[in-house]
């Protein structure tokens, strides 16, 4: 795709998230956004959400890397659909590296403009497969 200035604002996400700069990456959300932390499991809030990084980077030992391989943005008004290939790599406490690609969708809304992240689903449509339960 040609370039798109979402990709910059996931960019930013994923260096934030790799640095552990949960506050840089608030910036980077609605206030009313919605997490998915894993099929089944969703948060909404950006103190919800901010703490669910903090709990991921626990769980995956303060090692996860993320990048962002193929993107396609889909854009109507002020709100932008991305489809991306998220590679997502860490390192277990037995230091085995694990590599993982999912297919994410992420929902923006441009506010002031500002696009600020509204749905963070790195899991894509494999949602589809699972039960949903929402925390709120």
């Given at each position: ?10 960019d ?53 890397k ?45 506010l002031d ?24």
């Open positions: 795709m040609a370039f798109h200035e979402l990709k910059t604002v996931i930013a996400a994923d260096r934030a998230i790799m640095a552990e700069d949960f506050d840089a990456l608030m910036d980077l959300y609605d206030e009313q956004a919605t997490l998915v932390i894993r099929p089944g499991l969703e948060v909404s809030g950006k103190e919800k959400i901010g703490k669910a990084f903090v709990a991921i980077a626990d769980y995956f030992n303060h090692s996860l993320i990048t962002q391989d193929r993107m396609q943005v889909v854009e109507g008004g002020d709100t932008a659909l991305v489809l991306a290939e998220a590679v997502l790599e860490t390192t277990g406490a037995d230091g085995v590296v694990s590599k993982i690609t999912r297919r994410a969708t992420y929902v923006f809304r441009r403009g500002k696009w600020l992240c509204v749905i963070d689903n790195s899991y894509g449509t494999d949602l589809l497969d699972e039960g949903r339960t929402t925390e709120t």
